[in-house]
């Protein structure tokens, strides 16, 4: 058997599983992941990448990379909304079911973007490689074990049988919603369980462009067929997404589609009998709402759909999945490095946790709306999707903010607050024009402005004492970055002399409204409290 040492084992190779082990090598943490299939995605599951993913990768070091796979210009396809017809021939009688927001110039230095699962998988899975993670198809996991010291995990090849022993410090289960991961451990979920059941059928029909009449949107319901059908071709290239919905209390089960009953569901949706239609593959799945009790368990991590799930309505999967990563992996790094204090990883659970209960409830508001058995109590729950996407807030001890607050705003909020994202300005170095969101990636960041000479003074201090990566940048007049957009101290809702701190994953984790008599006393304690040195 062949035994393996890695400080960090992954098991899934999804789009989570790949962006935890890409953050985690860009952060310098190697890991071993384990997918049981052979490869990446074949279909384009999963195309609509919203603005903060898309900031993720490119603080990774990836965005021009994952901007590349777009297919033209993907945008209209978002402002076109959700729309519904009776059948798809009648498009010129379509009803706007929903316009989310979903970016904006003075929100995100990125837009939303479609691109398939099966082509973003593999730029993922290439540059996890380049930068050293052990990345292994065809493998799956069969036991795993804890202890004070590390995890113990046991792998087979599917295809030969070999066995691996690995230890690593720490594991994470991206391993979707059967996750082995998390049934080993013994983590139950809570939620309104199944929702209902739906096939994906991907096709191709030439004639169906020119029944549309080239009209852009996220989603395109008809009802025709008697229920719901969403068709979807954000990924901007076949072949097209149609997800009919079936009932099992009815005794009807995935294998009554057959490719004949789904060219005629296809062709009864588009109102054209004769049109034709090739199925290129039919995957059954459930849409369901439910949350696992907590995100870690010792020194095993849940992350994406192995610890929540919920309908695709909002598109909010993927992505959520993604942020998961994205959070867990610099905290990883942080304790693997040393720097980071042991309640930093337990901050994992009380942020991710919380938004995924968030957006598994806002998923399931925006599926009855669609499907038209909402009630007003539901419509008014409903929030918009940057705020899920993007305007979401953390409360945590690494947070110095009250606990109490409600994860959603009504309205979109990114204005310096501790536990949001820091707010986007554009700035302009020497002629290089660039976002505060670029400032944040593998340091913690203080930003003052030209009066904050005793902020700058007080966070190197602190930082060096705890052994903390941090970098101050003076905004503004005295400083090298000049913002070119607005004033970047209203957007961060402070004053002159005031000051902000910002964490590794560009989450304001402190502010100062303007200058203190003392700022090492306030100073010292946030960046502790940050960095998971304080409770």
Not at 267 to 290: H, N, S
Not at 435 to 440: A, E, G, M
Not at 453 to 481: D, N, Q, S
Request: with cysteine.
């Amino acid at each position: 058997m062949e035994d393996v040492r890695i400080p960090v084992l992954i098991v899934g190779g999804g789009p989570v599983g790949l962006s935890t082990a890409l953050f985690c090598a860009r952060h310098g943490v190697a890991t071993m992941l384990l997918e049981k299939r052979d490869g990446t995605s074949t279909l384009p599951r999963a195309p609509g990448m919203q603005a903060r993913t898309l900031e993720m990768f490119r603080a990774a070091g990836l965005g021009g990379d994952i901007r590349a796979l777009e297919i033209g210009d993907s945008h209209p396809y978002f402002e076109g909304g959700i729309i519904q017809v009776e059948t798809f021939s009648r498009i010129d009688e379509a009803v706007l079911l929903e316009a989310p927001s979903l970016d904006g110039p003075t929100v995100s230095p990125e837009r939303v973007m479609g691109c398939g699962q099966d082509r973003y998988e593999r730029v993922l899975a290439a540059k996890a490689r380049e930068l050293g993670s052990d990345i292994r198809f065809g493998t799956r996991l069969l036991e795993l074990a804890q202890d004070d010291e590390g995890v113990t995990a046991v792998a087979e090849d599917v295809t030969t049988g070999e066995r691996i022993r690995i230890r690593a410090d720490y594991l994470v289960g991206a391993d979707g919603a059967g996750s082995t991961v998390r049934r080993l451990l013994g983590v139950e979920r809570q939620g309104r369980g199944t929702v209902f059941n739906a096939l994906s059928i991907y096709f191709r029909a030439p004639e169906l462009e020119e029944l549309l009449k080239d009209r852009k949107f996220i989603l395109c319901y008809a009802s025709a067929p008697g229920t719901l059908m969403g068709l979807s071709r954000l990924h901007g290239c076949n072949p097209w997404l149609a997800a009919p919905i079936y009932f099992p209390e009815k005794g009807e089960k995935p294998e009554d589609f057959t490719d004949e009953r789904c060219v005629d569901i296809v062709r009864t949706a588009a109102g054209k009998a004769d049109m034709a239609v090739e199925v290129v593959a039919k995957i059954p799945w459930e849409g369901a709402q439910l949350v696992a009790e907590t995100f870690r368990r010792g020194r095993v991590f849940l992350a994406g759909d192995a610890a929540h799930v919920h309908p695709p309505a909002g598109g909010f999967g993927a992505n959520t999945g993604i942020h998961d990563a994205h959070n867990l992996a610099w905290k990883l790094a942080a304790v693997l490095a040393g720097w980071g204090g042991g309640a930093l990883l337990d901050t994992y659970h009380a942020e991710r946790h919380a938004v995924g209960s968030a957006m598994a409830a806002q998923a399931l508001v925006r599926n009855r709306i669609r499907h038209g058995y909402a009630t007003e109590e539901d419509k008014a729950a409903m929030v918009d999707d940057i705020i899920v996407t993007l305007g979401y807030r953390y409360s945590s001890t690494a947070v110095s903010a009250p606990a109490d607050r409600p994860v959603l705003t009504p309205e979109l909020r990114l204005e310096g607050e501790p536990g949001t994202r820091a707010p986007h300005v554009w700035l302009d170095r020497d002629g290089e024009r660039l976002s505060t969101i670029d400032l944040f990636w593998d340091h913690y960041v203080l930003l003052t402005d030209a009066a904050g000479t005793a902020w700058r003074e007080a966070a190197a201090k602190a930082a060096e004492g705890l052994g903390i990566p941090l970098r101050t940048h003076v905004l503004g007049e005295g400083g090298g970055l000049r913002p070119v957009d607005r004033d970047w101290r209203q957007a961060y809702g402070i004053g002159p002399g005031g000051a902000v701190l910002v964490r590794p994953d560009a989450i304001v984790a402190w502010r100062s409204a303007g200058p203190v008599t003392d700022a090492a006393d306030p100073l010292d304690a946030a960046i502790a409290r940050a960095a998971g040195h304080l409770g």
